[in-house]
Each structure stands twice: as structure tokens, then as C-alpha cells.
């Protein structure tokens, strides 16, 4: 196949060149995931801790349902954040549509139940433990959910690489959202989904690997930080 | 029901610090503690020993505040307890439970949920790290040390609250002689600065040295309750006695 090794070649000089076109993009992407998912932590560390740490009417219902969400199709989520945003809808003054702002709110709503279900697990696990020692010193709530959000932080860390996953590699939301206007909303997937369909294979190869290369690198660098807590600090 | 573990008939001692009265504590129908009456005064050392499933955990943590009793209940100096009440105890666990922090960081930790206002925990940090002999582990992180000093921590965050009752549950139970040793130094020391005591143990050894009265418990009951020395030399109940003779005790024959 001459055309597609072809297209990898050109794919190989696009990201050795730098391609202006092409970091501009993945600067795009950059920001809008990590903002998604740092304000997804913001919400979803603390929530999921609380659902983890205590007891309260409707928490077996609370958990089920952060866990149901977990799952969420990107595409409706898209189109309910559409909705929110569009002219006639209830967020429609705001004018957020086809702007990053709303690419990063699409996203927060796919992350934020994946942090919280995944921090309820982990921190109702280590609540297991320390519940009674706790008890008997007499910690105050806000104090146990941080002591145990401070404790688990290492767990926490791959909490927030799963919602950076989804993140980043998500297409459904941000594409109805965003738009992928070129140099306004446009990212790695909704490049690569548009590319494809137009024949550039070149780019869309280029996009791809740069995308295995920052998940690659994230985890890793996840991946390094645990061990070596591991080793010094953590046990 | 008769306080058994009550011995001031002459009225002389001092106000008891803490009583259970007709406490009683059941789960899956079964009632696991059956009924207890126990007082503790100021400054005795008390030893809880019995078989296993005895309830001697249970009772503990009952007196604690861990667990709420179905019946009957714990009176701190004559009222009900109360979290104030809570503040005045700790409790050392059988595993000692620790942050995932330094050694130094448990201990503020500790001292921070006592309500140790923040200029005075370093030096009361250091005092408990010199009182456990961690002062050279204060960085260290907590759950890469030894048995031992793990439940040397946890004492000395227990201590750390400067508590009048100490509750211990089998506090040396994993640990070897050297360090059980070490560990029963403390509570010496505690005590000589008049902490009250209350040890769940296995050991009669360890029953002399750490308790002046014995309260020997067998299915949720209290079989029998004394000195120390005296209950251990001569056992008149039933539980106790086939307890020292290595038998299991069967009610029934």
C-alpha cells in the first residue's frame, strides 16, 4: 500500500518539523482534557470521598448512580450540553457554544462521576481501616475526608489518569460542542475523525501517534510517581 | 445483678471513674455481651482476659464509645458518655492502625484531632516521640517500621491526648519479648503519671504485670473478678479455672 506508507512518512515530518497547524491543536486538546479533569478532581475527589467515608440516607442510591454514570455516552452528553448552551436553551446568553469553554464543560460532565465513583471505592477501602481509629480520636468530619484523601493520594493519582483517558480520547462531546472549528475548537479527535473522512491520512496518522505518545507518557510518569513514593513515603 | 468487679466494700477508694451497668451488646441474636457491670476507679490497672469470643474486643470498644450497647450503658464519672467524655480516653489496637505518613505526621496528626492547639504539638510531638524512643524515626514513614515500633506509635498517639482511661486490646500480641517489653514500659510509665489502664490480653504473665484486678470474662459474662495475683493463683469459678489448667471450659458437663 504506497499510500499509506506514504502518508506515514508525511506523518513522521509533520510532528519532526513541528507543524504549526498541528501543535496548535494538540495545545487545544492539552488544555481543554486537563482543565476538564482538573476541575472534574475539584468536584469529584470531595464527593466521592464523602459517598465513601459516611453513612447518610440515599447513599447506597448516590453510589449507584455515580457509578451508572461512569458510563455515559460522550455523543448524548454532546447533545445535551448543546442543548443547555444553544440560542433558545437556558444557557443561551452565555454565547459558550462552539467555544472551548464548553468542550471543557462536556467534558467535566463525562469525568467527574468516573473520579467520583472511582474515589468512592478506593477511599471507603482505606475507611475501612482507619474508621475506628478515627472514632476513637475523635476526628471531625472534614478532617477524615481530607485525612483520607491525603492518605490515598497515590490510588488517587490513577483516579484522575482514568478520567484524563477518557478524556483526551474523547470525540462525541467536543465534536458536537466544539464544533471543530479550525484554529478555535479544533482538537486531536475531532481532527483525526474529520481527516480520515477527507483522505488526509497524513495528519490523522501524525494526531494518532502524538495521542499514543501523550497517553503513553501520562502513565508513566503516573506510573514513576507511585514508585517511588512507594519506596520513600507511602507503605 | 452484683458489681463483681467492684471491690471497694469499705467505700474508702475514690470515685469511680467509669461504669457499665447491665451492659449488653448482641448481634445476629446472639448476645455477645451479657450483661456486665464493671466499675473502674481512678489510677487501677485493670487486665481483661477470657477465651476467645469471650467478648473481651467487644467490651472494650463498648466502654470506648466504639459501639453503641442494646441494653444498659457506660457512665463516665456518674453521667452519661459523652463526646467530652471520649476525649478523656484512647484506645490502642491490636494491629496498630497508621496514616500513611511519617512518623512525626501521626503523632500531629493525632494531637490535632485532640484539639491541641497548633503551637504547642511540636513540643508535645517531640515528648511522645521521646516517650516511644522513635525520635531518630520521626521522618521515617510509619508503615515501613517494625512491629514493634508501629505499636509504639500508636501508643504514643494515644498517649499524645494525654488520656485519663487507656483502653488496649491486645496490645502485644504480635510483637516479640523485647518488644513487648518496650511496650509495657509505657504503659508503666503512664501509669506512674496516673493514666488508668484496661488491657484485653492472653497472657497471664502479662495480666500481673500490667493489672492490679483481673476481670475474667466467658460468653459475654463476667465469670470472675479480682487482684490479679489472687484470681490467678486460685481460681474459684468454673471458666477461670479450666482458663488456667488449658482447658476449654464447657459449660454443660
Known amino acids: ?235 | 445483678m452484683r458489681d463483681l468487679t467492684d471491690f471497694d466494700e469499705a467505700g474508702l477508694a475514690a470515685p469511680p471513674l467509669l461504669e457499665t451497668r447491665g451492659l449488653t451488646f448482641a448481634a445476629g441474636g446472639r448476645r455477645l455481651i451479657d450483661g456486665v457491670n464493671l466499675t473502674l476507679r481512678p489510677g487501677r490497672r485493670v487486665a481483661i482476659m477470657g477465651p476467645n469470643g469471650a467478648g473481651k474486643s467487644l467490651l472494650l470498644r463498648l466502654m470506648h464509645g466504639l459501639l453503641t450497647p442494646a441494653d444498659g450503658g457506660v457512665l463516665w464519672q456518674g453521667r452519661r458518655l459523652d463526646a467530652a467524655a471520649r476525649a478523656a480516653q484512647a484506645m490502642v489496637f491490636q494491629r496498630p492502625v497508621l496514616l500513611r505518613r511519617s512518623v512525626l505526621g501521626n503523632l500531629s496528626f493525632a494531637l490535632r484531632a485532640r484539639g491541641v492547639p497548633r503551637h504547642l504539638r511540636p513540643a508535645r510531638a517531640e515528648e511522645a516521640l521521646a516517650r516511644a524512643r522513635l525520635t531518630g524515626l520521626a521522618r521515617s514513614p510509619a508503615r515501613r517500621l517494625s512491629g514493634g515500633e508501629q505499636q509504639r506509635l500508636a501508643l504514643a498517639m494515644a498517649l499524645a491526648g494525654r488520656p485519663w482511661v487507656l483502653f488496649l486490646d491486645e496490645p502485644t500480641a504480635s510483637l516479640d519479648p523485647a518488644s513487648t517489653h518496650a511496650v509495657e514500659e509505657m504503659l508503666a510509665e503512664a501509669h506512674a503519671q496516673g493514666v488508668t489502664t484496661v488491657t484485653v490480653t492472653h497472657d497471664a504473665g502479662q495480666a500481673r504485670r500490667v493489672g492490679d484486678d483481673l476481670v475474667f470474662l466467658q460468653a459475654g459474662r463476667v465469670a470472675e473478678a479480682g487482684p490479679v495475683a489472687s484470681l490467678l493463683d486460685a481460681p474459684r469459678s468454673g471458666p477461670l479455672r479450666a482458663w488456667t489448667e488449658g482447658r476449654l471450659w464447657l459449660p454443660d458437663r
Not at chain 1, 181 to 193: C, E, Q
Open chain 1, 1 to 235: 500500500m504506497p499510500g499509506l506508507m506514504e502518508a506515514f512518512w508525511d506523518a513522521l515530518r509533520l510532528i519532526a518539523l513541528g507543524d504549526a497547524d498541528l501543535w496548535e491543536i494538540i495545545g487545544l486538546s492539552l488544555r481543554v482534557t486537563m482543565t476538564a479533569v482538573g476541575l472534574s478532581c475539584l468536584i469529584g475527589l470531595p464527593l466521592g470521598a464523602v459517598v465513601g467515608a459516611f453513612r447518610f440516607p440515599g447513599r447506597t442510591a448516590l453510589s449507584l448512580i455515580l457509578n451508572a454514570l461512569m458510563g455515559l455516552p460522550p455523543v448524548v452528553v454532546g447533545l445535551g450540553v448543546y442543548l443547555m448552551l444553544s440560542a433558545s436553551g437556558p444557557l443561551g446568553v452565555l454565547q459558550l457554544l462552539y467555544t472551548p469553554t464548553a468542550m471543557i464543560l462536556a467534558q467535566m460532565i463525562l469525568v467527574t462521576p468516573i473520579v467520583a465513583a472511582l474515589t468512592r471505592q478506593v477511599v471507603e477501602d482505606l475507611n475501612e481501616e482507619y474508621a475506628e481509629q478515627f472514632a476513637s480520636l475523635g476526628v471531625r468530619r472534614m478532617e477524615r475526608v481530607a485525612a483520607l484523601i491525603w492518605d490515598a493520594r497515590y490510588s488517587l493519582l490513577t483516579v484522575a489518569l482514568a478520567g484524563f483517558g477518557r478524556a483526551v480520547a474523547e470525540v462525541g462531546a467536543v465534536l458536537i460542542v466544539g464544533g471543530n472549528i479550525d484554529h478555535v475548537t479544533r482538537v486531536m479527535t475531532t481532527t483525526i475523525a474529520l481527516e480520515t473522512s477527507r483522505g488526509n491520512l497524513h495528519l490523522a496518522l501524525a494526531l494518532g501517534a502524538v495521542l499514543l505518545v501523550i497517553a503513553l507518557l501520562v502513565n508513566a510518569a503516573v506510573m514513576a510517581v507511585r514508585h517511588t513514593a512507594q519506596k520513600v513515603a507511602y507503605a
